[in-house]
């Protein structure tokens, strides 16, 4: 070695030596388990469809997002067809000193992974460039790991994220799922089949965004730099390890919010876990701009805003193309540059935050966000029921998270612990971010051309390192490279790079969405967290869909809302119904701002809480307001009657939140969780989401009999009640075979005085009701109110609340007798009076049967207690004074509340206006009655029959037999529409009123 290597070794040995003092590395248990991964794999490569708001993207998971020609690519909206992006990947490059045949050579590895001109393996033609490491995915499913779909995560995370997070494995094991039921939300956490908790960014199954998704890639599959004359090995004693050893975790996240639905995050966290610290890196982006589709870039402008780190494309005329011919005006897309590496130890405030040399792996809370738990009661510990805020432990998670399962170390402790919300690596403000150092828009070169493709490490290099800006250019088909460096990459340390991915009308729309975004940004990836999603099941009918849903979303808290003592808000307010005919819902968004653009979607019916907070809200977005209900009262079911046969139908049962009007400077919206139905190029379609469903209705086959239900359904079978109950059938395949049900009520208080509390659905088994659901509140009660789902049904009180007299029901009801009884409450010693509950009925003889209970005088008459089967005892006010019952005389009724008697109801005894009184006659009788909530024991009953087929009706209805439509000319109207390829997409026609079982035959017109 000559003078001049040892002198470049030993200074280098020197600077990085005192650097390391000053700076925190990664544990060495955690680079070992990174090391311990499987390397990446190409076979392990999935396309995944990020379409959790109004941008829908492919991206595969080795760090592409979008792929031409390949659709959707960069669609906004979602469900148009409009493509803006064409490609965008992930650089990270570093400058490696090696020897070269005992000469030293510094070499630059730019890694990445493209769709085209980037590095391979010149005889087997292996891409040398980012792969999925295996264990963070189901290797068995078509797409990477999503949030909201349990199928695409692995049976256990692997065993590194354990020993980085530094928690047991066993705390990710979903019990309640594991030992729960197929098919049900066992864990009530809007997500059914999970098995294992989500390996979210702030913590064990926290889902801060509608959508996440996450991968890990590695570049060890490089082999461009391990072969001679170079031999660089990333770990000297690995040599199938190739590339820079570097390891990326890769996020993406989106919510639907009005607010925030126009844009993607993009994090990524990239580990050395090389035995080389890099004294110059860079990390940055690549991207093909395609503003206005797959064949229309070669008039693409771009430019970049150095005020406010965003980069933009836009089309030069404004017309894109697509398949179904030319589109305008075409919009804006921009890159929005949020987060960039830190260098924590040259003494200066590189992002200008007012803090020098913050880091996220320091252990210290640079920048003071981070809030302990509040000591309401002073008693210098946590009680439960107090805030936690960020006090919330390793695992991220706090009491009022579905997937709690005690107490973790960190929690309640008042000191910040990694894993908690707003310290070390989940607070984006603890680093001193340089920011971007250079940006580049320059022309793409057909054929690899150039030296601006990813193969070109040394031309990428020169870009990416050199600290210069080429903000603009115009009418040309567009490379943009942005990136941030040269900066030290040490040995076992971890670094962060994010962008976010925007559209707008304009170029103010697509600022606006720049501010939100950072925003978003600022606030640690934390925005306003809708309710819960509804578990949501359909059931096609004939001419009707059945729609009924679960009741989780009505517990839901909003972290980023807190309540009066900061505790997690509970703020759900209602559920909206939506229905299209496209899997986007494109066709219902038709409530537009003042300046004509759609912002929110038309439900076909909604239900909210009654609590006064109803109407627009006074929030609103530039002019277009959500409409928070009208105090309808809660809904878990609905039957959609307005469909027609044969169309295929897209629901979606969204919860939604109150918003927040005194939130910051300006309020905030309500906010609703997303709808996603996920299709492939062909519209088939590959997710359906928990509160959605597709779903056709049709005419029943031959010989199909309704499910019926039978029974009196506004007089209790026994009881005092005089309310009603409805019986609605909801999922006509699950309703039973002649069973019997019985609705009982319970109530609070003694007679009198009480109010009906609660009732229960039991099934009659012989004599004995068995309960299957019981204490359901029956102080909320109404058609707004139904019941949960039972056997197929849901069932509504109605409950008369007051007790009071029903004129049109108190009269005569035997004999001839026109005398005018006028029944009033007692009025005469109101201290004395009180209402009763009770029907009565008085029965006149013709000699006296019974006597008046204080003045003793003998009457022709006897009063029935008709509610309690009983005599009633009763006091006669003889106003003329004759001892007996005359016209003019008063009859009140007296019930005993203990041993007190209390007058209840007057009797008046009357004569008629302007006619000859006709006396009641022995046998007559008078009824009273009065309407009475329902009573302890009050019962319904009824009985179901299940939906059967009959032969004989099947023979009959052979004549309804149909082939629609007839003739079958170009097309039918419930064909789905094909957004992107050629062709005319799925032919559909449909036969109605086939037996249940029949063979099919279809000919050509030769009969063929």
């Not at 660089?232 to 040599?239: E, F, G, L, R």
């Not at 056997?791 to 049109?808: S, Y």
Request: proline share 7%; glycine share 10%.
């Amino acid at each position: 070695m000559n003078f001049y290597q040892r002198y470049i070794l030993v200074t280098l040995a020197i600077w990085f030596g005192l650097l390391t003092l000053a700076t925190a590395q990664e544990r060495p248990e955690v680079i070992e388990a990174y090391r311990n991964d499987s390397y990446g794999e190409s076979v392990l490569r999935k396309t995944g469809i990020m379409d959790g708001n109004l941008v829908r993207t492919l991206y595969i998971n080795q760090g592409e997002v979008g792929q031409w020609p390949n659709q959707p690519s960069g669609e906004w909206p979602k469900g148009t067809g409009h493509s803006y992006l064409d490609g965008v990947c992930l650089l990270v490059g570093a400058r490696v000193l090696v020897d070269v045949n005992g000469a030293p050579l510094f070499i630059t590895p730019i890694e990445t992974a493209y769709r085209e001109h980037f590095d391979r393996d010149p005889v087997t033609g292996e891409p040398w460039g980012w792969e999925p490491v295996p264990g963070y995915l189901n290797p068995s499913g078509d797409r990477p790991a999503v949030s909201n779909d349990p199928r695409s995560w692995p049976t256990l995370w692997p065993d590194a994220v354990f020993v980085a997070l530094d928690q047991p494995s066993a705390n990710w094991i979903n019990q309640a799922e594991v030992n729960g039921e197929a098919g049900v939300d066992d864990d009530r956490d809007g997500v059914i089949d999970n098995f294992t908790y989500w390996h979210g960014f702030f913590g064990r199954g926290v889902k801060n965004a509608d959508l996440e998704t996450y991968f890990v890639i590695d570049d060890s599959k490089d082999r461009e730099w391990s072969r001679a004359p170079y031999n660089y090995y990333p770990i000297k004693d690995d040599s199938a390890r190739g590339g820079l050893g570097l390891r990326v975790e890769v996020r993406g996240f989106q919510w639907s919010h009005v607010l925030a639905e126009d844009n993607i995050f993009w994090l990524y966290d990239i580990v050395n876990i090389s035995d080389t610290t890099y004294n110059q890196s860079v990390f940055g982006f690549l991207t093909d701009v395609g503003i206005g589709g797959t064949n229309d870039s070669g008039d693409d402008n771009a430019a970049f805003d150095l005020l406010l780190d965003i980069a933009y494309g836009y089309d030069d005329d404004g017309i894109g193309t697509s398949d179904f011919g030319s589109w305008s005006p075409t919009g804006y897309q921009g890159y929005a540059y949020l987060e960039s590496p830190g260098v924590a130890t040259d003494g200066i405030d590189n992002d200008m935050d007012g803090i020098i040399d913050e880091r996220r792996d320091d252990g210290i809370d640079n920048d003071g966000d981070w809030a302990p738990y509040t000591d309401l009661d002073g008693s210098g510990s946590w009680d439960s029921g107090e805030p936690l805020n960020d006090d919330l432990g390793k695992d991220g998670v706090g009491p009022f998270d579905r997937q709690y399962n005690g107490p973790d170390e960190g929690e309640a402790d008042g000191l910040p612990t990694p894993g908690e919300p707003d310290f070390d690596r989940t607070d984006v403000d603890e680093s001193d971010q340089i920011g971007l150092n250079s940006m580049h828009i320059y022309r793409l070169i057909d054929g690899g051309g150039g030296n601006g493709w990813p193969k070109h490490d040394d031309g990428l290099w020169q870009r990416m390192s050199s600290g210069t800006q080429d903000t603009s250019l115009q009418r040309a088909n567009l490379h943009m490279l942005f990136a941030s460096g040269p900066f030290l990459l040490e040995q076992n340390s971890r670094e962060r790079f994010s962008m976010a991915l925007l559209y707008g009308i304009d170029l103010d729309d697509l600022v606006s969405n720049k501010i939100t975004v950072q925003q978003i940004y600022n606030a640690d990836y934390n925005f306003s967290r809708p309710p819960l999603k509804p578990l949501v099941r359909v059931v096609p009918g004939d001419g009707k869909v059945f729609l009924y849903w679960d009741d989780i979303a009505e517990e839901s808290r909003d972290p980023f809302l807190p309540d009066s003592i900061g505790n997690p808000k509970k703020d759900f307010e209602g559920y909206m119904i939506y229905r299209s005919t496209e899997p986007q819902f494109n066709d219902i968004k038709v409530i537009t701002d003042s300046r004509g653009t759609a912002v929110y979607w038309k439900p076909i019916a909604q239900f909210d809480l009654v609590n006064g907070i109803k109407g627009p809200d006074p929030i609103g977005i530039n002019g277009a307001r959500f409409w928070r209900g009208s105090d309808s009262g809660l809904r878990r079911s609905y039957v959609d009657t307005d469909v027609v046969n044969g169309q295929r139908y897209y629901y979606a049962v969204v919860s939604y939140d109150q918003g927040d009007p005194e939130f910051g400077e300006q309020g905030l919206q309500p906010t609703e969780c997303s709808k996603v139905i996920t299709e492939d190029l062909n519209g088939n379609i590959l997710n359906i989401d928990i509160n959605c469903a597709v779903v056709t209705p049709n005419a029943p086959a031959a010989g199909y009999v309704a499910p019926e239900i039978t029974g009196d359904m506004d007089t209790p079978l026994e009881g005092i009640g005089t309310g009603s109950i409805q019986v609605e059938i909801v999922d006509p395949a699950l309703i039973a075979e002649n069973q019997t049900y019985q609705v009982i009520f319970e109530s609070e208080g003694a007679l009198p005085n009480y109010e009906t509390a609660t009732y229960g659905i039991y099934t009659l088994e012989g004599d004995s009701a068995v309960p299957v659901i019981a204490d359901i509140d029956a102080r909320s009660f109404g058609p707004a109110n139904p019941s949960p789902l039972v056997d197929g049904f849901v069932v509504t009180v109605n409950i008369d609340t007051a007790l009071a007299i029903l004129p049109q029901e108190t009269g005569w009801l035997i004999g001839n007798s026109n005398l005018d009884m006028i029944v009033q409450q007692h009025d005469q010693f109101p201290s004395l009076s009180v209402k009763w509950p009770a029907d009565y009925k008085i029965i006149f003889s013709d000699s006296n049967i019974d006597t008046s209970f204080n003045s003793q005088v003998p009457v022709p008459f006897r009063v029935w207690n008709l509610s309690e089967d009983r005599r009633s005892e009763f006091e006669l006010f003889d106003n003329d004074n004759t001892g007996d019952l005359s016209i003019g005389d008063k009859i009140t009724i007296i019930e005993f509340v203990g041993t007190a008697f209390k007058f209840t109801y007057d009797i008046l005894y009357y004569p008629p206006f302007n006619a000859i009184p006709r006396l009641p006659e022995a046998g007559d009788e008078f009824v009273i009655r009065t309407s009475k909530p329902f009573y302890s024991g009050d019962v319904f009953q009824f009985s179901t029959k299940a939906a059967r087929s009959d032969r004989e009706l099947a023979k009959s209805q052979l004549d309804e037999i149909k082939v629609v439509p007839n003739p079958y000319i170009a097309g039918a109207s419930w064909e789905p529409r094909k957004i992107f390829g050629s062709g005319r997409g799925e032919r559909k026609i449909d036969f109605i009123h086939l037996p249940q079982q029949c063979t099919i035959r279809i000919f050509t017109m030769s009969g063929k």
